[in-house]
């Protein structure tokens, strides 16, 4: 079956330093990959995808590598901030939209 | 506004009660899912419309839930007798497409717990 694996969490960081959290997968078939984001008081939100390998997907200076010899999709941003503060989630979808996701990561930013 | 809207935000009921959820997806939205998120852990499938139809529900955790979109709009996520494993937060998403390539649009919600 399909599962996805994030790096532990919660992680705290200092404003602009430099963000890293893992994510890799197990799938049947050819995924289309996502990094999903919550901020606190709000809903799910796609923060970017890539649908195939070697795509990179970005959006708010964040950046994810789809990875197909490693089964990974890393989530990157060169210089948080504090508005960056939120649940992320990797997941995946091998068929019509069916959502996998991963157990989130907490990401605190302080100034 | 032009968003999935879920209602109610927070529900308490008693074990053994029975809960609707209801699910109002973005106008015109063929694909419609329910996801169940326990507190600390990711959204986890429970079922899928296209249109009225239910094409997939591998992911309801017991004969206790029951989802419906009769008219291919608004969808209602029923549990019965309720007990306390149930208390999460259930997510409505929907998109204009069956497929991965088409964004899902997430509501915020209902909070969902059990006495």
């Known amino acids: 079956g399909n599962s996805v694996t994030q790096m532990e969490g919660p992680v705290t960081l200092s404003e602009e330093a430099f963000l890293t959290i893992n994510c890799t997968y197990t799938?049947?078939?050819?995924?289309?990959l996502f990094w999903y984001v919550q901020y606190p008081g709000e809903g799910l939100q796609l923060l970017l995808k890539?649908?195939?390998?070697?795509d990179k997907g970005s959006n708010k200076g964040f950046e994810a590598t789809y990875r197909k010899e490693t089964t990974s999709f890393h989530l990157e941003k060169g210089s948080v901030q504090v508005s960056d503060s939120a649940v992320y989630f990797c997941?995946?979808?091998?068929?019509?939209?069916?959502?996998?996701f991963g157990q989130g990561t907490i990401l605190t930013v302080h100034p | 506004g032009a968003g999935v809207s879920q209602s109610p935000r927070y529900k308490v009921a008693k074990r053994g009660q029975d809960v609707a959820l209801r699910c109002d997806p973005i106008?015109?939205?063929?694909?419609l899912f329910w996801y169940q998120q326990a507190l600390g852990q990711g959204p986890e499938f429970l079922t899928y419309?296209?249109?009225?139809?239910?094409?997939?529900k591998s992911g309801l955790p017991s004969d206790r839930f029951f989802a419906e979109r009769p008219e291919g709009s608004v969808s209602t996520l029923k549990i019965q007798r309720t007990q306390q494993e149930d208390s999460a937060v259930y997510l409505c998403?929907?998109?204009?497409?069956?497929?991965?390539?088409?964004?899902?649009?997430f509501g915020d919600g209902t909070r969902l717990s059990i006495l």
């Open positions: 106008s015109g939205h063929v694909s």
């Open positions: 419309f296209q249109n009225e139809a239910q094409l997939d």
């Open positions: 997941a995946l979808d091998t068929s019509y939209g069916k959502l996998t």
């Open positions: 799938a049947t078939g050819y995924p289309s």
């Open positions: 890539a649908t195939k390998a070697d």
């Open positions: 998403a929907s998109s204009n497409r069956d497929s991965s390539n088409q964004p899902q649009h």
